[in-house]
Each structure stands twice: as structure tokens, then as C-alpha cells.
């Protein structure tokens, strides 16, 4: 009696510290990577205050679904969620689907059979079973919470599926309503499942970007931090038509250069490199090189800079805004945009309430009004009116189990 009654104490408390883990873990675990860089408020011009009303603002690249968070409200964690987007005068934002990355993750080398960390992760956020061994499913559950924060809050949030939804967005911003929308896409194409149909079912549950790596090579190719160096494999190519012909936007941030090759050479529409920096400006191993960049924007695609100092080596909004000067020199002025890796593990210097900080840094720096709302947003609004499809394919959306 005396043993079971120490095994039912022992049970108990293993159970409240389970119990625990689940309720305090991932908003612990999510402070200390998505930080926001101390600094003072910062002083904002009248003229850049004036000029940051009248800006369509837009950014790449927000891992946001990765987290236990409410993203229809104000967190004290984190860079990204609707309150701060209307703070900050954003209208859109992509929001991109971490499914896996290899433990000790760096920008060097990373093997493909390295511990994953997500899955550790989405059974501390206490996700359904079926996303624990999916990646697909992953992915899946990611896009049902902004499928669910459209129907929640459909004057806050929209869900951007078609050309015409954005063009509906928009018009309603101009109008003075409150609402901002967000874009699904993926951080890499591991999230396939090595399944081409599921490139058709991610883009029925909303997936409009994607991007082929992340940290390391997949069956598609080698990526930029990857062993093999490779281009795109046979796979790689088919993925590449597949998704294509859905109209789906190609991403080739942490493609290995050699993908990013192939990939121009086969493309029939531009590319999107999603949050990145530019090598001649910082030296990084994140960074692919000038010359790869000069290719992409030829091409018609978008170059959009980050906000962590991997990818600008100087993690300030005026070392942000040098690394733009740096690619509107480069590439042009209709080829960059805002991609800053919010919420993906990074320390920023600003969160999305605090975007016109960019707005007075770049008036600092004599840019023009037409260069800061193309930056800005722009570039981006452009794009996505090109290539978003005209209408949805038989969406799909569901609670994940």
C-alpha cells in the first residue's frame, strides 16, 4: 500500500510538471529566441510620421505560425501579430511554415540526419499527433490558424488567396477600415513530404510561396548551408514545374547557388528571395552572391532584405537601411522589399509596431519617396498582383487532428 501510494505521489507530480512544461514552455522557449534588441524609443521625424501614413507596407518572410500565440492579439513576446501590424501601418505580411530544422543549425554545413528541433517543439506546444511524424501535416496545422483568425476576425484579418483578394485588401485599407492580410508560405520544400501531390495540397489548404531548402538538403536539392552543394535533382525539377503550373511563387532563399541556377534556367516566372542580405554588403555565408542577385532581379523577381545582423551584419534600422541603399544600387529600385525573418529565431531590432523607424532612417539617407514606398511595399503589392493566381482551386481547410 505504502508503495503504490509513493508511485501515485510520484505519478502526481510528474503529471503537474508535465503540465507545466506545456502551459509556461513554449512562451519561455519563444522569449528567449524571437527577441526584440533593447533600445530607447525611437525618434521619429514629423516628415517620415506624415510619409509612413500614406505607405502600402509589406514584408516576405514572418515564421509568426510557428508559435503558441495568439496572433489576433498584442503579445509581450515576439515580433509579429495583427495589433502590432496595424500599429506599424503594415498591410501584409507572408507568413512562412517552419516544419523542420537540424539541430546545432548554423550557415555552414548542416547534415540532412541531424536531430530535427521542430518536433520537440510542436509536442511542447501540444500540436495534434498527426503533425508529430508529418511534415505535411505540420505545415497543414500552421494554415489552419490563419484560416481560423480570417473567420474569427474577418475586419481585422484577411486571408490572401488570389489576385483579387489582395486587390480587395487594399481597396478596403484605402477606405480607412483596419484590416490587414497575410499569405502563407513555406520555408522549404522538405514540407512535401518527398510527395509531389502534396505541392497540389498545400496549395488547396492557401499555399501561394514556397520555398525549395531551408537548413539543409532535401530530395529536391542542395541547400545553402547544406553537404552536397548540389542543384535541383530530378525531383527538385518536377516540384519545380508542379508548382508553377499551379501558379504557386517560388522561393530560393536557402537554396544552394547551384539551385538557384537551375531554377532561373527552368523558371517561367520570377523568383522571390524571401529574407536575405547582399554579400557585397555583408559578407555572410547566409548570402548568395552579387552576381546571383543580378540574375534573379533581371529575371523581374524580388530581393527582400532582413532585419538580423546574419544577413546585414549591422542589425541597427540604419545598418538595415544601408543593406537596401546597398541593393537598390545593385539590382534597382522595383527589385527589393522588406523581408525581415520575424519570428524566426532572430534578435531584431524593432517589431512590426515600429516600422517607421525604416520610414526616418531611409529619409536620413536621402532616399526618395518613390524608393521608400516601393521598398516599403510596393515592390511587394506589385508582384503579388502579377503572380497570384486569379482565383482560388478548390480550397480546402479543416481542423487538423
Not at 514584408?59 to 509581450?76: C, F, I, Q
Amino acid at each position: 500500500m505504502k508503495r503504490l501510494r509513493t508511485g501515485l505521489i510520484i505519478f502526481g507530480i510528474l503529471l503537474i510538471l508535465v503540465i507545466l512544461a506545456l502551459a509556461l514552455g513554449p512562451a519561455k522557449l519563444e522569449k528567449g529566441m524571437n527577441k526584440v534588441l533593447p533600445h530607447a524609443p525611437y525618434q521619429i521625424s514629423d516628415r517620415a510620421r506624415e510619409l509612413h501614413k500614406t505607405l502600402v507596407i509589406g514584408d516576405w518572410h514572418s515564421d509568426s505560425t510557428l508559435w503558441k500565440r495568439d496572433l489576433l492579439s498584442r503579445s509581450d513576446r515576439g515580433h509579429v501579430d495583427v495589433p502590432r501590424m496595424r500599429e506599424g501601418n503594415q498591410a501584409v505580411q507572408m507568413f512562412t511554415s517552419v516544419t523542420k530544422s537540424p539541430s546545432g543549425q548554423n550557415y555552414d554545413k548542416n547534415s540532412s540526419d541531424a536531430r530535427d528541433n521542430i518536433t520537440a517543439l510542436v509536442m511542447l506546444q501540444a500540436w495534434p499527433p498527426s503533425t508529430w511524424t508529418s511534415l505535411t501535416m505540420r505545415a497543414i496545422y500552421q494554415a489552419d490558424k490563419l484560416h481560423a483568425m480570417a473567420l474569427e476576425a474577418p475586419n481585422e484579418f484577411a486571408l490572401i488567396l488570389t489576385a483579387k483578394d489582395l486587390e480587395s485588401l487594399l481597396a478596403r485599407r484605402a477606405a480607412g477600415e483596419h484590416i490587414v492580410g497575410g499569405l502563407l508560405g513555406t520555408e522549404g520544400s522538405h514540407a512535401l513530404d518527398g510527395e509531389l501531390d502534396n505541392i497540389d495540397k498545400l496549395y488547396h489548404f492557401g499555399f501561394r510561396m514556397m520555398s525549395l531548402q531551408h537548413f539543409f538538403d532535401n530530395k529536391l536539392g542542395g541547400s545553402l548551408h547544406g553537404e552536397s552543394g548540389e542543384g535541383l535533382t530530378e525531383f527538385g525539377r518536377q516540384a519545380v514545374d508542379r508548382m508553377q503550373a499551379l501558379g504557386i511563387m517560388i522561393d530560393v532563399s536557402h537554396s544552394a547557388p547551384q539551385v538557384v541556377e537551375d531554377v532561373l534556367a527552368r523558371s517561367k516566372a520570377p523568383l522571390i528571395v524571401s529574407h536575405t542580405g547582399f554579400y557585397g554588403y555583408c559578407q555572410s555565408p547566409r548570402n548568395i552572391s552579387d552576381e546571383l542577385m543580378q540574375k534573379i532581379a533581371q529575371g523581374g523577381g524580388i530581393i527582400a532584405v532582413g532585419y538580423w545582423d546574419g544577413a546585414v551584419c549591422d542589425a541597427t534600422p540604419s545598418g538595415i537601411v544601408a543593406a537596401i541603399r546597398y541593393g537598390i544600387d545593385l539590382v534597382g529600385e522595383d527589385r527589393v522589399a522588406l523581408g525581415s525573418d520575424y519570428d524566426g529565431s532572430i534578435a531584431a531590432p524593432f517589431d512590426s509596431s515600429e516600422l517607421r523607424v525604416l520610414t526616418h532612417e531611409m529619409l536620413k539617407a536621402d532616399f526618395t519617396e518613390t524608393e521608400i514606398r516601393k521598398v516599403m511595399g510596393g515592390n511587394m503589392m506589385r508582384y503579388l498582383a502579377e503572380n497570384l493566381p486569379d482565383e482560388s482551386k478548390g480550397m480546402i481547410h479543416g481542423k487538423v487532428n
